[in-house]
Structures are given as structure tokens and as C-alpha cells.
């Protein structure tokens, strides 16, 4: 079992940045790919982003490339979304979840946080 907890969403306005954290505990951290998703108010979970194992690859939707980047540290067991240039489409909840391949589908994912409000004001 992986227990996830994100953190550092919040209302921000268009333009601005925002650092998500998610925080893992249970098993070894760094023996899953860890990815972003984000759900908006009656749209589907949508892929935001996901690592490799050790850091070294990254995949980004074509919404967010270039806006956001993501990040781990697996000696702290986290994992980071940095969030600039945000705009007003990015509102969602933000999910970090973990899985043991490196894709972009929500259902190869098998553990998930609870979620974190992202509100980008215009």
C-alpha cells in the first residue's frame, strides 16, 4: 500500500504560479512512476503529467508542456508539480497518484491522494 497526500493548491489569478507537493508513505516511493491529473467540475479526470521511476523521463499533456513541470525527490519521498503562467481552464482538483509503469492512463494508476483544490481567478 501507498498513502498520498497533496498539498499547496489554493486560488490563485491568471498569470500566477503554484507548487503542488504530494507527500507518499508506505511502501518504497521510488519503485513507482508518479503522475498529475486534474478534474474539473463535470469534465473527466484528465492525465497532467507523470516521472519515471528515477526522475530521469518526464511526459507532459500539450495543455500544461511548457507551463508545468514535474518533479521528485525520492530521498523525501515526493513528488512536485511547479505550475506557472497558470490560467483559468487549469481550475480543477489535482490528483498525484502512483503506479508501477510509466503511462499516461488514469486506470494503470493504482494509488491515489485525496486531491487538492486549484482555482485560477481571471
Known amino acids: 500500500q501507498v498513502q498520498l497526500v497533496e498539498s499547496g493548491g489554493g486560488l490563485v489569478q491568471a498569470g500566477g504560479s503554484l507548487r503542488l507537493s504530494c507527500a507518499a508513505s508506505?511502501?518504497?516511493?521510488?519503485?513507482?512512476?508518479m503522475g498529475w491529473f486534474r478534474q474539473a467540475p463535470g469534465s473527466e479526470r484528465e492525465f497532467v503529467a507523470a516521472?519515471?521511476?528515477?526522475?530521469?523521463?518526464?511526459i507532459y499533456a500539450d495543455s500544461v508542456k511548457g507551463r508545468f513541470t514535474i518533479s521528485r525527490d525520492n530521498a523525501k519521498n515526493t513528488v512536485y508539480l511547479q505550475m506557472n503562467s497558470l490560467k483559468p481552464e487549469d481550475t480543477a482538483v489535482y490528483y498525484c497518484?502512483?503506479?508501477?509503469?510509466?503511462?499516461?492512463?488514469?486506470?494503470?494508476?493504482?494509488?491515489w491522494g485525496q486531491g487538492t483544490q486549484v482555482t485560477v481567478s481571471s
Open positions: 497518484a502512483a503506479a508501477g509503469r510509466f503511462t499516461t492512463k488514469a486506470e494503470q494508476y493504482d494509488y
Open positions: 508506505g511502501r518504497t516511493f521510488s519503485g513507482y512512476v
Open positions: 516521472i519515471s521511476w528515477s526522475g530521469a523521463s518526464t
